[in-house]
């Protein structure tokens, strides 16, 4: 049985600052870590892995520094990496990201899971993981939030909603994206810290996974980001001051007269 | 592909011609940046630095080149939730009944099999000229392979230039299906919507890396265009009672209609408190709250407000409450009238869940906390000696 884990690596927004001026993160000297959900999506696929035997490859698509991202998820227990790498991939957005990563499966073959994060917290979409179920024709279930049952050939999960929960059973082949509920990404073990110094991650062009050029990257992606720009926010901050009687009054006060309250 | 230049958008400043590394852009006489594509290797510099968008990326065609003005109106994917239509569907015929009228064309609701009557008048009440049921049993449930596959048949015949959606976990999975099958663009959790005329280009704007910046993004060469929008972000226009549209069924191939997936059951939070997507008060606690048996605090302050009970991460991650409960980047995007931040920092990962309630009030004794740059209100003190006070406020007035 085989998983394959999409793994992607972004800039670590949480460890910097947001500038006081213009209200937008500090992003220079910034360190580059695994998106904090494929953590997640590691943890689910070695879950799978620990009930199935399964193997367990993880794929990213990026630089070539991408590829301390799967260093790093192979040290958890993640069997073995092939990273997506070439300028014809840059630009992509959702549309051309998830037609890569669909070619760089089927390259590997036969994936029986492809596990995925529930977003990127960079581009924040949440559209690659049911983008890729499309390309390949596989079932998705997104925000996958724990396993009720891990069989041989089938899953049954429990998904987040609006509402709360929904419980879904599905046979393989099958994507499904993954929350922070399936439970804490395991520490590494120093055999596989070993490991993941060692193993040998290769680098897959648009050949390699035969893709057609002209879908990926920016030529692939229809979207275009047409303006960047610091939003606005909130006006002047009123300041209640006072003892906390007063100052509860106050408030109450304003917002019954705003017909808040 | 290549660079192209929206002249009426094009100030003059000549700032494209200053950064080009290779420099391909000149400026013509009459104050319009000339590129040449021989010289231009497509970094992006310009497109970035422009300050008024006027630069955009031109593609070759990615579908077969369908004549592009086939494809006219705007169409909205309505979704349900306990059983009846969701709130973000009224609002998103709303804002598509807007769009529709500066494009001059009309706005269709979509539902899936097994909507109430009652429920498809009020989608014509709050904009849609028309209402198409896709009939299916299987599609009463939010599946989303037959439902994609259906809605794809669908959008084929129909022909739409803009479909819209909620951001929520039936709008996104579905949407971001159906717009590989298409091969064209999908935005996601738009937070402003506008149109381009003449060119009738919508122009999607959403936040990115967590909020800090916000993106205008247009997807110029493919049809339809499609985005996902943030339920709470869009007003609801008054309805109108008199409006009556015409209601269609469409019945798609059969065999499109099953799926693997199969639906074992859901389970509702077992909370009595009053949800957090559709609350319209929203009273949260952080970490500054420091126990859990503290936390009913914000619960009782929420109760006599008649609103939800928010958290950031802290008190999640510390059992105090569930993660259902969670406001930011890994929980829930609110938008409610009113925000009361108890003991919240206001981490930038919070914030983007929040930032855009009507009116946000931080209780808080750091004056400098970040929340303050999102706050409307703040009360600078000691939460545990300001909210009990605020509940004996609160109390007075509802008794006298
Ligand atoms: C990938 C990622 C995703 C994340 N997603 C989310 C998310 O979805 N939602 C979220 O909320 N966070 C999220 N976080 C965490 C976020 O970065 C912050 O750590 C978190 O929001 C801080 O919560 P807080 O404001 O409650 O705690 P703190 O930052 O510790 O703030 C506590 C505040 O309470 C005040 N305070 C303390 N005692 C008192 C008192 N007695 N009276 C008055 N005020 C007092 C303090 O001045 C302080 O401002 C995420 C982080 C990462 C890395
Ligand atoms: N470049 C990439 N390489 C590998 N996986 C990716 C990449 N982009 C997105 N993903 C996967 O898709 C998930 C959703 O990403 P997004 O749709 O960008 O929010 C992520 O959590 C990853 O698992």
């Known amino acids: 049985m085989k998983i394959v884990v999409c793994v992607k690596q972004v800039p670590d927004i949480s460890q910097s600052k947001v500038d006081p001026e213009t209200y937008t993160i500090v992003r220079t000297g910034v360190d580059a870590v695994v998106n904090p959900f494929d953590l997640y999506a590691v943890e689910a696929a070695l879950q799978i892995k620990d009930k199935t035997g399964a193997i367990v490859t993880a794929i990213s698509m990026g630089p070539p520094q991408a590829e301390d991202a799967l260093r790093e998820v192979i040290s958890m227990g993640v069997d073995n990496a092939v990273l997506l790498s070439s300028k014809d991939f840059a630009g992509s957005d959702t549309l051309a990201t998830s037609y890569s990563l669909a070619k760089g499966i089927k390259q590997i073959g036969e994936a029986d899971v492809i596990v995925t994060g529930r977003q990127a917290i960079d581009g924040d979409t949440a559209q690659v993981g049911p983008g890729i179920a499309e390309h390949l024709n596989y079932p998705v279930i997104t925000d996958v939030n724990g396993f009720l049952e891990i069989g041989d050939s089938f899953l049954k999960t429990r998904a987040m909603t609006e509402e709360g929960y929904v419980d879904l059973s599905v046979g393989f082949p099958v994507v499904i994206s993954v929350g922070k509920g399936i439970g804490e990404p395991r520490m590494p073990s120093l055999r596989n810290k070993t490991r993941s110094?060692?193993?040998?991650?290769?680098?897959?062009?648009?050949?390699?996974?035969?893709?057609?050029?002209?879908?990926?990257?920016l030529k692939g992606s229809p979207t275009q980001v047409v303006k960047i720009f610091t939003p606005e926010i909130g006006g002047q901050v009123l300041f209640l001051n006072g003892e906390p009687l007063a100052q509860a009054e106050r408030i109450v006060g304003i917002l019954s007269e705003r017909h808040l309250i | 592909m290549s660079l192209k230049i929206i002249q009426k958008r094009c100030v003059s400043c000549s700032l494209c011609e200053q950064?080009?590394?290779?420099?391909?852009?000149?400026?013509t006489e009459d104050g319009?940046?000339?590129i040449d594509s021989a010289l231009c290797n497509?970094?992006?510099i310009c497109i970035e630095k422009c300050p008024t968008g006027a630069i955009v990326r031109v593609h070759g065609t990615l579908s077969s080149q369908e004549d592009f003005d086939e494809y006219k109106g705007v169409m909205v994917i309505a979704e349900e939730e306990e059983g009846k239509i969701a709130q973000v569907s009224y609002e998103l015929v709303s804002k598509g009944s807007e769009l529709a009228s500066v494009l001059k064309v009309p706005v269709t609701a979509v539902v899936f099999d097994?909507?109430?009557e009652e429920d498809l008048k009020n989608l014509s009440v709050y904009g849609a000229d028309r209402v198409i049921v896709i009939k299916g049993e299987i599609l009463g449930k939010p599946l989303i392979g037959p439902r994609s596959r259906a809605l794809y048949e669908l959008i084929r015949k129909e022909k739409p230039e803009i479909v819209l959606t909620g951001s929520t976990s039936q709008g996104r999975p579905l949407l971001s299906r159906v717009a590989v099958r298409l091969k064209t663009g999908l935005t996601a959790d738009c937070t402003h919507l506008e149109i381009e005329m003449p060119d009738r280009h919508l122009l999607q704007t959403r936040p990115a890396w967590g909020g800090s910046i916000m993106a205008t993004i247009m997807t110029p060469n493919t049809r339809p265009q499609m985005a996902t929008v943030r339920p709470r972000v869009m007003r609801k226009k008054t309805p109108d009672y008199t409006k009556r549209s015409e209601i269609s069924s469409f019945i798609t191939s059969p065999e499109i209609l099953t799926d693997p997936v199969q639906f074992l059951g859901v389970i509702r939070e077992e909370t009595s408190r009053v949800r957090l997507d559709n609350a319209d008060i929203i009273v949260s606690g952080g970490r500054g709250i420091k126990s859990p048996e503290n936390f009913s605090m914000i619960e009782k302050l929420a109760l006599l407000l008649n609103g939800a009970v928010g958290s950031s991460r802290p008190p999640v991650d510390d059992g105090w409450i569930s993660h259902s409960h969670q406001v930011g980047q890994t929980g829930r995007t609110v938008a409610p009238k009113l925000y009361v931040a108890i003991g919240i920092s206001g981490a930038i990962q919070h914030l983007v869940g929040m930032q855009s309630s009507d009116c946000i009030v931080a209780i808080n004794k750091d004056k400098d906390a970040p929340i303050m740059n999102v706050a409307d209100y703040a009360i600078i003190g000691d939460l545990f000696e300001i909210v009990p006070e605020l509940i004996k406020t609160l109390e007075k007035k509802k008794t006298g």
């Open chain 2, 42 to 44: 497509l970094c992006g």
């Open chain 1, 197 to 217: 110094r060692k193993e040998i991650i290769p680098v897959w062009s648009p050949e390699d996974i035969d893709a057609d050029k002209s879908l990926l990257g």
């Open chain 2, 114 to 116: 097994s909507a109430q």
């Open chain 2, 19 to 27: 950064v080009c590394p290779v420099k391909a852009v000149s400026m």
């Open chain 2, 32 to 34: 319009l940046p000339l």
